[in-house]
């Protein structure tokens, strides 16, 4: 059974890549503009693994592995950050709580070699007592207007 990918980066470039680079394997590939969206996606469908750009409006992809991170239902879930960026350094990243940073531009084998760990383990939500077998917490994004850093 494949895995299910959530791409999260303003640049539908990017998830169109992503899916072809998975097209053929069992691994479903899911998309999103943005780490609000991303939130919802993740609170109403189980997903192995959230690769998501580190530069977007609204919310960067540090914000949202925090985010999932803060959420006790979700704090294992792989968060994989893509950046074209140098700074922060990986090192940065992972303290943010991101199992993995690759670098843009990505080149196939490299993502697909450094993807294989996370797609052949699987993580599952933690086990709630009886007491509280309700659906996980929903990840509540913030509805704060930021300025587009692209304008």
Excluded at 13 to 40: H, M, P, Q, S
Excluded at 41 to 57: C, E, G
Excluded at 131 to 148: G, I, N, T, Y
Aim: glycine letters at 4%; proline letters at 7%; charged letters at 30%.
């Amino acid at each position: 059974m494949g895995k299910r990918i959530l791409c999260v980066d303003d640049d539908p470039e990017i998830a169109f890549i992503l899916r072809a680079w998975f097209k053929g394997t069992a691994n479903e590939v899911d998309y999103c503009l943005n780490g609000i969206d991303a939130l919802t996606l993740i609170s109403r469908q189980h997903y192995d693994v959230v690769l998501t750009d580190y530069k977007m409006a609204f919310m960067d992809g540090m914000e949202l592995c925090r985010k999932i991170r803060a959420t006790r239902a979700y704090r294992h879930l792989p968060v994989i950050l893509l950046t074209a960026f140098s700074d922060p350094t990986p090192a940065k990243f992972k303290a943010e709580g991101a199992a993995e940073v690759i670098r843009k531009p990505i080149r196939r084998e490299v993502f697909l070699k450094r993807m294989e760990k996370y797609l052949l383990e699987a993580w599952a939500p933690p086990k709630e007592n009886a007491r509280s077998a309700e659906r996980p917490a929903k990840l509540e994004p913030e509805r704060v207007a930021q300025k587009d850093p692209a304008n």
